[in-house]
């Protein structure tokens, strides 16, 4: 008997057990669903919260984003009848949204990032909304996110007003794999649309979810890219019959950066290589080869800092203004603004890019019969007179090349590109949202770049071990290649490639290979 597919397990949300970067992953992807805890001090805290800007309103009678306008218009007041319509205009006028949508793993990354902020205790916000949230990813009910808008401060504005019509039955929805109207999904599931109470409108909107969600999903992506292109180096490698000792350790000892030192060894461990011999046929190979630990290393050393930042917003309150129901205070200021996610998404899409470039060179020696040390040109396993009709990888080179040049051109920062909008009221803004989109794509592309690197390298090994008989890689290693080739039939005739490559590209997104466990 097979056992049948693994229980999701449950990531709690209390605001007090902070969230990692797998986690949102995990959930994203249906591995993992999202709880709102139950437990007595959690929902005391949390209806403080809202308590204390009920007797805010009525005590103060003057409160940003309850009685007042937004932004610019704070001070505007609201007449007091008309106090709890505010939130719903708030998501109203936000509704310009354009661009692309968010796919499914993108939203319920932003769902429960939004939930985990406002779990926090610290928006004012009641146990109902935050229910509401924790229902939406229960049943997958996917506010259609339009990924265009967002200046990145006053946080989300535009694509989380999305989330705030939703919420009350408004807009429309991704759900069982069909667009519907949100009061469709929501009754669906016995759900009512929340009338929301003042200051939730900007609770739900004034934060920094969407970015934040997007950088977690690319710090994942981004680490096993890292580790992706440190196994194709070792391939390239062998295929190139290039020189194993550049990785010594002795060699890396001396220059100590530890993410270096870390893909030098896996490297080692690869190529299954012993101590070099004072002097190699071949004492030097090109930089792409030789200095492949330097470039991915930087990545390597940058991913646990990266890190740290996401998870630091993930887990904090980021709206305004903060309200602390446990020492009855507001507190104005500006925790919307996105500048640590937009810093480190503008750093790793550049840090990725790096690997596509790494990678591209890679190709471009081994297809190369003036630098592949005898391999035939463009890796054809063409034999005899059908030698002269066949291409190989041509194609696939110059493809990887395309991919690589659009990564490099995402590269400049957003972050840098502030706008003074909202009649100067938001006249610096972090533009975190377009660095994490920027990100994304960068990453898009390299995983391309990827695909065509692991075709090339089965290719290029193949012919290597027919060229010269043997082409030693470690048990992993080897393990790898031979589901390499599974998956890719020898290129001897030329053919599309396209559906392979994008068959590489879902193992890549599934993490098929284990690669450098621990």
């Keep these: 008997m097979h056992a049948g597919p693994a229980e999701p397990r449950t990531v709690v949300v209390d605001g007090r057990q902070p969230l990692s970067i797998e986690d949102v992953v995990a959930v994203a992807a249906g591995t993992a669903v999202a709880r709102l805890s139950d437990a007595e001090w959690f929902v005391a805290r949390i209806n403080r919260g809202a308590d204390f800007v009920d007797r805010l309103i009525a005590e103060d009678g003057v409160v940003y984003g309850v009685s007042t306008g937004y932004g610019d218009s704070c001070t505007v007041a609201i007449p007091p009848a008309l106090v709890h319509e505010l939130p719903h205009h ?198 792409s080869l030789r200095c492949a630990p330097h470039v991915i290393g930087v990545l390597e050393d940058a991913l646990p800092w990266l890190r740290g930042n996401i998870e630091n917003e993930l887990n904090s309150a980021n709206d305004n203004p903060i309200i602390d129901g446990e020492q009855g205070m507001v507190l104005h200021g500006g925790h919307f603004y996105g500048g640590h996610i937009a810093f480190a998404m503008d750093a790793l899409k550049n840090l990725v890019a790096n690997l596509a470039d790494l990678l591209d060179r890679q190709m471009a020696l081994l297809v190369d019969a003036r630098y592949n040390h005898g391999l035939p040109a463009n890796l054809s396993a063409a034999r005899g007179e059908r030698a002269a009709l066949n291409h190989g990888l041509k194609a696939l080179q110059i493809s990887a090349s395309a991919w690589t040049a659009e990564a490099l051109k995402q590269t400049m920062p957003a972050s840098v590109f502030s706008r003074s909008t909202e009649c100067h009221n938001q006249d610096k803004v972090s533009m975190g949202t377009i660095a994490a989109r920027d990100c994304l794509r960068v990453i898009e592309l390299t995983e391309q770049v990827v695909a065509a690197l692991l075709v090339s390298a089965r290719q290029g090994i193949a012919l290597r071990r027919a060229h010269e008989g043997s082409a030693r890689l470690s048990d992993d290693a080897e393990a790898m290649f031979l589901d390499l080739e599974a998956r890719i039939p020898l290129i001897e005739e030329d053919r599309a490639l396209d559906r392979e490559l994008h068959r590489l590209l879902a193992a890549m997104r599934d993490r098929a290979w284990q690669l450098y466990v621990g």
């Design 90 to 287: 708030l998501y109203a006028y936000h509704g310009v949204g354009l661009g692309r949508f968010l796919d499914a793993e993108e939203t319920r990354a932003v769902l429960l990032t939004r939930l985990v902020s406002l779990a926090q205790g610290s928006s004012g916000v009641s146990l109902a909304l935050l229910q509401q949230l924790q229902a939406l990813l229960a049943h997958d009910i996917l506010p259609r996110i339009p990924a265009e808008g967002s200046v990145g401060a006053s946080g989300d504005l535009t694509p989380l007003s999305y989330v705030a019509a939703v919420l009350c039955g408004e807009r429309e929805v991704l759900h069982a794999g069909v667009v519907k109207p949100a009061a469709e999904a929501l009754a669906a599931h016995g759900l009512q649309p929340l009338r929301l109470r003042p200051k939730e409108g900007l609770a739900i909107m004034n934060g920094t979810a969407v970015m934040t969600a997007l950088a977690c999903l690319a710090w994942q992506r981004a680490d096993y890219l890292g580790r992706l292109a440190t196994r194709i180096t070792a391939f390239n490698v062998v295929a190139s019959a290039g020189n194993a000792h550049h990785f010594d350790e002795a060699l890396f000892a001396v220059k100590p950066h530890p993410g270096q030192q870390r893909v030098a060894a896996r490297l080692r461990d690869d190529l299954a290589s012993a101590r070099p011999s004072r002097n190699e046929q071949r004492l030097q190979d090109r930089y």
